[in-house]
């Protein structure tokens, strides 16, 4: 059976990455171009600065990914990409790289769903088994899907307000640790102890999450605090957030579990690296007597690796695009 490469493309927000990717489980090669220290000093990503950003730095990243490969663009089978959700203009950069790509060299064009690819990136660790339960999370999603097979994707349930990524980020904030805050925030929590008193947002039994009530919960404590002349510690306040995250998240996951009878788990998306949560998902996992696959943490932020092996699931269903394609800032996952 002949091998099949996919050159994946990810420039959904502020990474600039490329990967070649052999039959959807072997990474060859990945180039990723951060812009963490330039959006740093605003405390968020800039959408207009990451589009300049990803021009200058697409060129380059795709040829260091072939050069570190070893293969030319005659090599390659087909070109997968992000067109959405994310960043409009940040997208519009790499889906018009990938189209480019398509045309000068005749190559099948694949879109590919960002979320899909974050839950791929498990694919690179070892191979997805059905039926499985996806957990999303994210600075922009917090869902949890269904598969019963590849790319058959039902969601059960999502945020209704503020991700969970987005959410750690704004209580980073509030305790004064910059932008990214929420692997700080997990280290902290590590040390601290659960000392303050907050709500366990959505405690009910749908499979939907919101964390705004939990941020404004945070937000008040502090402000309260300093307002009686108290000085907030932010190890406790890490540990008493992150234990009430890991509480919603990991109870309905296991509701999921138990309901739709997985028999496969997998974490996807950024906060997928945070430690305590993966410890806690793990037990559940255990409990249950269910496979479980959690990404490697190279695999949890943007890459374009997790593209190319979901792209690769697209390509031979025949899920190849037109030149018309466009970027889609917002797109259900189907």
Do not use: W
């Not at 769903?113 to 791929?120: E, L, P, Q, S």
């Not at 899907?145 to 209580?171: N, P, Q, R, W």
């Not at 700080?184 to 947002?201: N, Q, R, T, V």
């Amino acid at each position: 059976m002949k091998d099949v490469y996919i050159l994946g493309i990810e420039s959904s927000c502020d990474e600039t990455s490329c990967s070649i990717v052999k039959n959807g489980v072997e990474e060859l090669a990945t180039v990723i171009s951060s812009q963490i220290d330039i959006h740093k000093n605003y405390g968020g990503v800039v959408p207009e600065i990451a589009s300049r950003e990803h021009v200058k730095n697409i060129t380059i990243v795709i040829e260091e990914c072939l050069e570190q490969a070893n293969m030319t663009m005659d090599q390659i089978d087909a070109i997968a990409v992000t067109y959405g959700p994310g960043l409009i203009g940040s997208l519009l950069i790499g889906l018009e790289a990938a189209k480019t790509l398509s045309f000068i060299y005749d190559k099948p064009l694949v879109p590919v769903h960002h979320i899909a690819g974050h839950i791929y990136a498990n694919n690179l660790i070892k191979p997805l088994t059905f039926p499985l339960l996806a957990l999303v999370i994210s600075g922009g999603h917090t869902e949890l899907v269904y598969m019963k097979d590849h790319l058959y994707f039902e969601k059960l349930g999502g945020t209704l307000d503020d991700a969970v990524g987005e959410c750690y980020d704004k209580v980073a904030r509030v305790v004064g640790i910059p932008y990214p805050g929420g692997p700080s925030i997990d280290k902290l929590a590590a040390l601290g102890k659960h000392e303050y008193k907050l709500p366990i947002p959505l405690n009910d039994d749908s499979y939907n999450f919101s964390f705004s009530g939990l941020k404004s919960a945070v937000i008040n404590l502090a402000h309260n605090e300093e307002q009686r002349g108290n000085k907030i510690n932010k190890e406790n306040l890490a540990t008493s957030f992150q234990d009430v995250v890991v509480e919603i998240i990991s109870k309905k996951t296991e509701k999921a579990i138990v309901e739709k009878d997985i028999k496969n788990f997998v974490m996807a998306g950024g906060v997928a690296a945070n430690r305590a949560l993966r410890a806690k998902l793990e037990e559940v996992c255990k409990q249950h007597n269910i496979d479980y696959t959690f990404p490697a943490i190279r695999y949890c932020t943007d890459n374009a690796a997790m593209i190319a092996a979901a792209g690769y699931y697209y390509y031979k269903q025949g899920r190849i695009s037109d030149k018309k394609v466009n970027a889609k800032s917002n797109d259900k996952l189907n």
